[in-house]
Structure formats: structure tokens, C-alpha cells
């Protein structure tokens, strides 16, 4: 990533689609456990609700024709140019991967099975852990390299799921590796492009200021006391963000399965006093 806005655009990208897979594999876990199996994409009725994965379908092709220009016109450091080429290849994978759940739901012909489409989102985030920290070092390397694990964790979870879609901690495992990516995305965005909300004593990494003389991009930080605070910060920083991710996702998953037994317990209170009372009536009956 090169900046807030792509970043932003990360998350925006991320986090949404892992709120959604938690919620909607959570309520379909909830209908029925031993029935639970994992799908590409939990598609809602009417087809109008699916224009997330629509709006996907045209801003990433987008995002890669912005990642390659990027590429052709940026010139200051040739590590973090290459960079560009890469990632711009990544997302364009990521399309390819909306447009085969898109032709295995509405093409009854697309003879692609799901575990095959597991396994090629496995090897697309694969693609992104593999560019993810090219040309980049000191607390800039680590932030990357965290957001890296959090990759990893999504490629095994799809390659996991593509042999056993029945397994739910992996559905879930996936779920909320993908809104952990966004709010990191995030994160980094904030803490490595902006000096507002930047590390103490270090300064926002800006493009224009990159030379082909340097050999990794990093934080300008003034002492070396610095950048050890802010990978320090950092890494706080991700415990945080994993913590509240932990407890987003199991209180989501709380709250949907309290007003499912609500609604059971609504369902089976009237029918359990119709059953009192008529096996009361057969008693009177007995007795007379």
C-alpha cells in the first residue's frame, strides 16, 4: 500500500466483507450446525442486497488500472515501484475470484466447483502475502509483516475450507481474518502516511521524498529510540485490534444465537401450554 487512500480503500474492501461472512455464516451455522457448510459467497434475496458484491465486481478492476499507473509513472525508488506492477496484479486476481462466484451462482453451466474457487482465493492471498512487504524495512517491515500473518491466516483458512467446507471455526477463522485486515489496513494507514496521527518523533512516509539511492522505504524517525518505541506502539496496537476483533465476532455470534432462542422460545411456549392443557383435559376425562 502507498498511502491513506489505498488503505482506506483496503479496508473498505476488507472489512465489509468479513462483517457480512461473519454474520450471515453465523446465522446459517445457528439454523442448523450439522447441516452447516461454507459457501463462496452467502448471496441474500432480492439480488438488489448483493450490491456489495457488484460494486467489487467494478472498483477492482479499477484499483488495478491505479496500482499500474502507478507503476508506469512512479519513479523515485525502483524497489517500491516494482511494487506497484505486483500489487496491481494482486487485486486484479482478487477480481478474477469475484468473477468466478459470480458464474458458479448464476451460470448453471460453469462447470467450476467451489473447493476449486477455496483454493484459488487461497493462492490469490497467497499472491498478496508474497508482494505485501517488498522494498520496505524497520517499523514500516514489521507493521507489514503482521498484516502479512493476517494473510496467511486467510490463505489457509480457504485452502482448509476448499478440503472441509463443513468446518465452521475455519468459516469463522476466515471471517474475521478479513475484518482484522481492514482495521489494520486502517491502521496502518493513519499511523505510517499521516503526521497527525503518526508514531511520536517519527514522520509519515512520502512518496515524493523516496530516491532510487534508498535501499528500503521506512518512517523517518529522529533517534533509533524512536522507531523502537514505534514498533513497540505498533505491535500494541495489533493486540488491541485482535482483541477487539475477538470480541466483535463472538459477541456477534452471541447476539445472533440470544434472539434465536428467542424466537424458539416464542414458538414453543404457546404449544407447550396447548399440550398442558390438553394432557390436563385427559386426566378429567380419566378421572370421570
Not at 142 to 166: E, H
Not at 182 to 203: D, M, P, V
Amino acid at each position: 500500500m502507498a498511502s491513506l487512500v489505498t488503505n482506506f480503500s483496503g479496508f473498505v474492501l476488507f472489512f465489509p466483507i468479513g462483517i457480512h461472512r461473519l454474520l450471515s455464516s453465523s446465522s446459517f451455522y445457528l439454523q442448523n450446525p450439522s447441516h452447516f457448510r461454507s459457501k463462496l459467497w452467502y448471496f441474500s434475496d432480492p439480488k438488489w442486497k448483493n450490491l456489495d458484491l457488484y460494486l467489487l465486481l467494478i472498483a477492482l478492476p479499477l484499483a488495478s488500472f491505479s496500482e499500474f499507473f502507478l507503476f508506469l509513472s512512479f519513479s523515485h525508488h525502483p524497489t517500491y515501484r516494482f511494487s506497484f506492477f505486483q500489487q496491481s496484479f494482486a487485486v486484479l486476481a482478487f477480481w478474477v475470484l469475484i468473477i468466478l462466484i459470480i458464474l458458479i451462482e448464476y451460470v448453471n453451466s460453469f462447470s467450476v466447483t467451489e473447493s476449486f474457487v477455496f483454493l484459488f482465493g487461497g493462492v490469490v492471498f497467497l499472491m498478496e502475502y508474497s508482494v505485501m512487504d517488498k522494498g520496505i524495512s524497520g517499523v514500516a517491515g514489521v507493521v507489514y509483516g503482521l498484516l502479512g500473518g493476517l494473510t496467511l491466516v486467510c490463505a489457509f483458512t480457504c485452502f482448509y475450507l476448499a478440503v472441509k467446507p463443513t468446518a465452521f471455526f475455519a468459516e469463522f477463522l476466515l471471517s474475521s481474518g478479513l475484518v482484522f485486515k481492514g482495521t489494520w489496513l486502517l491502521q496502518i494507514g493513519f499511523s505510517l502516511y499521516t503526521n497527525t496521527f503518526g508514531l511520536k518523533g517519527c514522520q509519515k512516509i512520502s512518496i515524493m521524498s523516496l530516491t532510487p539511492q534508498m535501499e528500503n522505504v521506512d518512517i523517518l524517525c529522529d533517534l533509533d529510540e524512536d522507531s523502537l518505541r514505534g514498533a513497540a506502539m505498533m505491535e500494541l496496537l495489533f493486540i488491541l485490534h485482535a482483541i477487539v476483533v475477538l470480541i466483535l465476532g463472538f459477541g456477534l455470534f452471541g447476539v445472533l444465537a440470544s434472539k434465536r432462542n428467542l424466537r424458539c422460545g416464542e414458538v414453543k411456549g404457546p404449544l407447550l401450554s396447548e399440550l398442558e392443557s390438553t394432557s390436563g383435559r385427559m386426566c378429567d376425562l380419566e378421572m370421570g
